[in-house]
């Protein structure tokens, strides 16, 4: 079965970066784009970006798109959103899922919390 | 970008009884590209509908979704203890970005 499994909680300081990985198995995993969203505490979904894990292609989030990166290394079939220049508004639960093929959201990570304070 | 509007805010209903929930997109969805997703505290997002009426694996089928356009439905039939959840529209498509709804609290 799909299974996108997610780094671990994260604590960094204000100006930081932050690099949350999602290790995807049960499917090829260039066949499907990788999204990222996030949800800050008590809030709603937030598209923050995806990349195409054939060939590396990504979109973001306007918001985002200074200070956001994603990668992938297909030979361990994990995808990595990586966030700088953190401050307390990007406290938040980041999820990784999977597109069904344009872009619903078949399968998710089981999310990681990023909490940004000093 | 498209906007989502999602109405109401929060269902007061209980069990048993149905559930309308309301998407309104601010320019038409001509591909229909529009999924609904069910949320539980503490779980991640669950994909219930896609392509605005089709439902996704392992859905039962008291979930409907319906609309064209801008104007999109999910309908509960009858509701089980297990549905009194947060459920959020999503546009998507080859064209990014993806855009969610703010949601809509269905609470006993």
């Known amino acids: 079965q799909v299974q996108l499994v997610q780094s671990g909680a994260e604590v960094k300081k204000p100006g930081a970066s932050v690099k949350v990985s999602c290790k995807a198995s049960g499917y090829t995993f260039t066949d499907y784009f990788i999204h990222w969203v996030r949800q800050a505490p008590r809030q709603g979904l937030e598209w923050v970006g995806r990349?195409?894990?054939?060939?590396?292609?990504?979109s973001y989030a306007q918001k985002f798109q200074d200070r956001v990166t994603m990668t992938r290394d297909t030979s361990i079939s994990t995808a990595y959103m990586e966030l700088s220049s953190l401050s307390s508004d990007d406290t938040a639960l980041y999820y990784c899922?999977?597109?069904?093929?344009?872009?619903?959201?078949?399968?998710w990570g089981q999310g990681t919390l990023v909490t940004v304070s000093s | 970008e498209i906007v989502l509007t999602q109405s109401p805010g929060t269902l007061s209903l209980s069990p048993g009884e149905g559930a309308t929930l309301s998407c309104r997109a601010s320019q038409s969805l001509s591909d229909n590209f529009l999924a609904w997703y069910q949320q539980k505290p503490g779980q991640a997002p669950r994909l219930l509908i896609y392509?605005?009426?089709s439902r996704a694996t392992a859905i039962p089928d008291r979930f409907s979704g319906s609309g064209s356009g801008t104007d999109f439905t999910l309908t509960i039939s009858r509701l089980e203890p297990e549905d009194f959840a947060v459920y959020y529209c999503?546009?998507?498509?080859?064209?990014?970005?993806?855009?969610f709804g703010g949601g809509t609290k269905v609470e006993t």
């Open positions: 999503q546009r998507y498509g080859t064209s990014p970005p993806l855009t």
């Open positions: 990349i195409n894990p054939n060939n590396g292609d990504t």
């Open positions: 392509g605005a009426s």
């Open positions: 899922a999977r597109s069904g093929g344009l872009g619903e959201l078949v399968a």
